[in-house]
């Protein structure tokens, strides 16, 4: 008799332990899926769905290099988009990107130019540069040292040594010549118009599965557009 209940014992003590390590499971499982849902949602680098852009005729105003640069410099602090267009409205190309297309974040496509130009570059854009994965991203002083190289013509050495480096003085990279940003529009105009894009956030979860669409939150992001004057 003794020895049934000691059996009996130790059965119900094996039963409790896998119930608590069943649970332990379960909740080291739901901690992990959520923690995955919050890094997705405040990943920049997700997916985005741009619907709009509106430019605010109003505020215009015709600005040259002393007005562009300062604020070339803060769109990787305040994060918005500044974007150059050439005197009839197509974009002006700034450079060409290194990176490879294919490795480009999912979803993410060069809406500013066709016929298969992906790799001319009109903007500057935290987000944009984020999912093409260029070498200046995710520190504030590689964003500064890119933004020297290329307004004076200069060479960004890629940080991490793979070679993906950036000769803005080369007409292989940049679209004007073998000058620098200064020094091919030292003298031009430019109208500034302020506006905002109107988009979808598509980033989330959904059954567990990362990737597919949960909600889609309408954000706003500012946009500074400079307009080459004739």
Not at 170 to 195: A, C, M, P, T, V
């Amino acid at each position: 008799m003794e020895n049934a209940v000691d059996a009996l014992k130790i059965a119900f003590a094996i039963f409790v332990f896998v119930m608590a390590l069943s649970l332990a499971i379960y909740m080291f499982t739901m901690a992990r899926e959520t923690s995955d849902i919050v890094l997705q949602g405040s990943d920049v680098t997700a997916l985005m769905e741009y619907t709009e852009v509106s430019d605010m005729k109003d505020q215009d105003r015709i600005v040259g290099l002393e007005t562009i640069i300062p604020t070339l410099y803060k769109y990787y602090k305040e994060n918005y988009t500044v974007i150059f267009r050439d005197s009839d409205g197509t974009p002006l190309e700034l450079y060409k990107t290194q990176t490879d297309v294919d490795l480009w974040s999912t979803g993410y496509t060069n809406r500013y130019y066709n016929n298969n130009q992906d790799i001319k570059i009109c903007s500057f854009d935290v987000d944009e540069e984020t999912r093409r994965h260029e070498p200046w991203t995710g520190n504030t002083n590689y964003y500064k040292q890119n933004l020297d190289m290329f307004l004076s013509g200069g060479t960004f050495i890629a940080p991490s040594g793979n070679g993906m480096d950036y000769d803005y003085g080369n007409d292989s990279i940049n679209g004007w010549g073998n000058r620098s940003f200064i020094e091919e529009y030292k003298d031009s105009q430019f109208r500034e118009s302020l506006g905002e894009y109107t988009y979808n956030d598509l980033s989330g979860t959904q059954n567990g599965q990362t990737g597919e669409v949960a909600n889609v939150k309408p954000k706003k992001k500012r946009v500074i557009i400079y307009t080459l004057i004739d």
